[in-house]
């Protein structure tokens, strides 16, 4: 049998941690900074495990990363 492939978009998007929790990057910062407060652009710095349900998804994009 061939080798799946790995979708180049969720190898760009997601980490998967040394548990098995898959990492983020967070959601609502590409447009529109200026209406946010400061502190809400500072807690949307980095990345953040995804939920559970979101997470079962990532498996299918990347077959070899678990």
């Not at 180049?8 to 997601?14: D, I, L, Q």
């Not at 939920?51 to 077959?63: F, G, I, L």
């Amino acid at each position: 049998m061939p080798k799946m492939k790995t979708k180049s978009s969720a190898k760009k998007r997601f980490k998967i941690t040394a548990n098995g929790h898959v990492m983020a990057p967070q959601a609502n910062k590409q447009h529109n900074m200026r209406k946010r407060s400061k502190r809400q652009l500072r807690n949307q710095r980095g990345m953040c495990i995804l939920p559970e349900v979101e997470a079962k998804r990532v498996p299918d994009y990347m077959p070899y990363a678990f």
